[in-house]
């Protein structure tokens, strides 16, 4: 091997690690790696800057601002107070009502301020029907993501896939493509739910903070908080960290991990995504209700935007429906002849609904920047430059050609299974961008020393990223409701491994059916 292959496969090694034990964000690991690779010669300072300017990274960057525009508009949490049933119920029932709306609207919406709405809702609307809210988080943060593999903007991983695709010199993906195959797993996941997620999910788990709450006094009241990215305690104990000092609030308890700690709390090391068990007073939630120190923040009662006026939540979901819609035509091809000098494209349309929203106040515009989720694009950047660091140092040609000595003459029906499971596993244990990033050059060699068509290869790669139901922490949405839900890791893999199993079938038998090789 030279010595490129060998630096890249040593710095891959050091990047898994990292992103694996939570050394630091993921954007910086990844980042740190791209330098490395500049360092040593393998990245051109251009190579390394094109992830940056890249069409899908800033689409992606556009989303969240759409999806807080929607958020702010108070649309989401009117929609999902109408799907829940008023009166007496079953979980099935209440299943089959929910979630293919949630799995619908996630199809056109970053997945996790849907979460971060509708899962508070819920669990309110659960116990107030009698019913373990812990049946209903795990099947919310699952059709998200099986809603947003049905659509090219439903996650951002089929936007990074795109642009790599892009950027590799083929066509791209239109905005339903993916939902060929992405409907099929979609409704096969959600028939698996609505008939194994009783019997596999556990009943409510009540926390010793809700069983005490009637004792305390006063005028504090007990209020859950998700630890966001930009939360300063991260990797602090609470002994390090003074939260009342930086908060005005008692923390009585800490989920983390599918663990609750009551007790020695100072020893207790903070992490993302756990959910911290408060006493606050009224001031708290508006305080940092907008703030990306917390991911979510509920307190038994409605944490929903100040109200807007009807006509104002009408004007942003019709903006949502122009921009699906002007994607959709833009990409056919008559509309192609007709405007020729022009891409309609989902760029094109996000930019003027993101620039509609902004002028007519549908988000605060003089906080934009606080909506995007940076870490996340400068991770989705920095993986075209270690998808590009693959291919120029021959690690991916390297690894292709094992798969396909591996193999043997099973020919691309076991290759783009095994594209799919290296993929999945990446994806379960870090962020699946990063993913992607691994296993798209990998993809792109297998199919061009085989010759047949890589397409099939880039699907796989995109459902395969997506497809993180196995444990809590491969996807933000499943972190969310570990928390609120005081889920067990084992709870995930009991009934998420079921689900990627499902996913990984149906991908290696409905893709080539479709996407010929």
Known sequence: MSFEIIFVLLALIGMLAALIWDKMRPGMVLLTVVVLFLCAGILTPKEMLEGFSNKGMITVGLLFLVSEGVRQSGALGHIIKKLLPSGKTTIFRAQLRMLPSIAFISAFLNNTPVVVIFAPIIKRWAESVNLPATKFLIPLSYVTILGGICTLIGTSTNLVVHGMV????????????????????????????????????????????????ESDRGNLHRVEAVIGARFPGINKTLGEFNFTRHYGAIVKEVKSGGQRFTRDLDKVRLQEGDTLVLWADDTFI?????????????????????????????????????????????????????????????????????????????????????YISWDILITIACAFAISKAMENSGFADLIARNIIGLSGSLGPYALLAIVFIITNVFTELITNNAAAALGFPIALSVATQLGVDPTPFFVVICMAASASFSTPIGYQTNLIVQGIGSYKFTDFVKIGLPLNIIAFLISVFVVPMIWKF
């Not at 339903?176 to 008939?195: C, D, H, P, S």
């Open 166 to 213: 892009l950027e590799a010199g083929y066509e791209g993906f239109t905005m339903f493509e993916l939902g060929k195959v992405g409907v099929i797993i979609a409704l096969a996941g959600m028939l698996y739910l609505f008939l194994f997620s009783k019997r596999l999910l556990p009943d409510s788990r009540v926390s010793n903070v809700e069983e005490d709450e």
């Open 286 to 370: 508006p305080t940092w209700g907008e703030s990306s120190v917390f991911l979510l923040l509920a307190n038994g009662s409605d944490n929903e935007p100040e109200p807007v006026s009807r006509g104002k939540r009408w004007f942003a979901l019709g903006l949502l429906v122009f921009m699906i819609t002007g994607a959709t035509i833009g990409e056919l091809p008559f509309v192609k002849e007709a405007f020729p000098s022009i891409r309609l494209d989902m760029f094109f349309f996000v930019c003027i609904t993101t620039i509609i929203m902004a002028w007519t106040k549908i988000f605060p515009p003089k906080k934009y920047t606080k």
